[in-house]
């Protein structure tokens, strides 16, 4: 269901359910959820990267599974979207910086899913967009993650519009950190993308991570006040000094 590995501070994260082209049922978004929380939690683990088993990202919701009763008990609807945006709030407000790296098909909650990670890497030929309009339902929970990321004409346009939007178009919008023209060249700037994060001060990647977040919302005097005040507890506690001696050679 959800396979873990870690390596090098790396810890990769791969839906792993082939036969259902990665579809998300609500035993997977809980799987998932644990498994952020044990990595985000881990004191060796300083990247997070979501992959997809089979050649695919994944595609949305389970449909088929939350149409099903287990053993005469219809699915707890209120429970499965429960663990799913639990995901996204794991996601947001996590120590480490997540990585969507995405080949084939990224749609529908797999959509929500990469838009959800700090940083998005794809195959050229990826495909992604909010195919829950094609079923008469809103992207409930892809919407707002958009309407953070992007401007509110793309971002509208992707929510409403349920078609195919390129990885290259996405790219262009700014959503899509890097592209690969296959899945071997992916793998290559995935291990290189995450082995550069991983190979930073964990700190100064939290610090960062947490300061962007935070200006986000904020109008740009208080987010220059809170940077300052950042620089002057870094400067108390004698980080600035510390880096110096390390530039200068010393201890």
Request: proline letters at 4%; hydrophobic letters at 50%.
């Amino acid at each position: 269901m959800i396979r873990e590995e870690t390596e090098a501070g790396i810890r990769r994260l791969t839906i792993d359910r082939p036969e259902r082209r990665n579809a998300i049922d609500a035993a997977t978004a809980r799987a998932l959820g644990a498994a952020i929380r044990t990595a985000q939690a881990a004191e060796d683990v300083r990247v997070l990267v979501l992959q997809g088993a089979g050649g695919g990202f994944r595609t949305g919701r389970d449909l088929k599974a939350s149409a099903q009763a287990a053993d005469g008990v219809a699915p707890d609807p209120f429970a499965e979207d429960e663990a799913w945006v639990e995901i996204f709030h794991l996601l947001h407000r996590s120590p480490i910086p997540s990585l969507a790296v995405v080949e084939g098909h990224a749609v529908a909650g797999g959509f929500t899913l990469a838009m959800g990670c700090d940083f998005v890497l794809a195959t050229r030929d990826a495909v992604f967009g909010a195919y829950e309009m094609r079923h008469g339902f809103p992207a409930a929970v892809c919407t707002p993650i958009l309407a953070r990321v992007v401007g509110p004409r793309l971002g509208l346009e992707f929510a409403l519009f349920g078609e195919p939007i390129s990885a290259e178009r996405l790219h262009g919008a700014g959503l899509i950190n890097r592209l690969a023209e296959d899945g071997a060249a992916l793998a290559e700037i995935a291990d290189r993308f995450a082995a550069h994060l991983a190979g930073l001060e964990p700190r100064a990647v939290k610090f960062a991570r947490d300061t962007f977040r935070a200006a986000e919302n904020m109008p740009l005097d208080n987010a220059l006040d809170m940077g300052r005040q950042l620089n002057q507890l870094i400067a108390a506690t004698g980080g600035f000094a510390a880096a110096g001696r390390k530039l200068g050679g010393g201890d």
